[in-house]
Nanobody, 125 residues
Framework: QVQLVESGGGLVQAGGSLRLSCVAS????????MGWFRQAPGKEREFVAS????????DYADSVKGRFTISGDNAKNTVYLQMDSLKPEDTAVYYC??????????????????WGQGTQVTVSS
């Protein structure tokens, strides 16, 4: 399985921006769809965004649509999550995940076999 390492989390005020990065240990283009999930204290892990292994299709949770953008840099084996107009309810640990069984990606965490360790995002009001 591919190894994933996230970075870029931190503390930001409401309305601010952060960019999360997820570096994979191997090539993902054409092999793995990538996803971002998040988990807030006391809540279940939820889907945030995904990008297909071709990079041509992206999907977003309704709660982040229009504010977050997922993208990839094939040369760096890296996927990004640009988060703008952040809200306090975006506070969570954000996880990067990779799936080699769902080419378009998925909102279902069960199709992702590889997970990063998570990065904390805290949005203050």
């Amino acid at each position: 399985q591919v190894q994933l390492v996230e970075s870029g989390g931190g503390l930001v005020q409401a309305g601010g921006s952060l960019r999360l990065s997820c570096v994979a240990s191997a090539r993902t283009f054409g092999k793995y769809a990538m996803g971002w999930f998040r988990q807030a204290p006391g809540k279940e892990r939820e889907f945030v965004a995904s990008i297909s292994w071709s990079g041509g299709y992206a999907d977003y949770a309704d709660s982040v649509k229009g504010r977050f953008t997922i993208s990839g840099d094939n040369a760096k084996n890296t996927v990004y999550l640009q988060m703008d107009s952040l809200k306090p309810e975006d506070t969570a640990v954000y996880y990067c995940a990779a799936s080699n069984v769902s080419p378009r990606g998925s909102t279902d965490s069960r199709v992702y076999a590889s997970w990063g360790q998570g990065t904390q995002v805290t949005v203050s009001s």
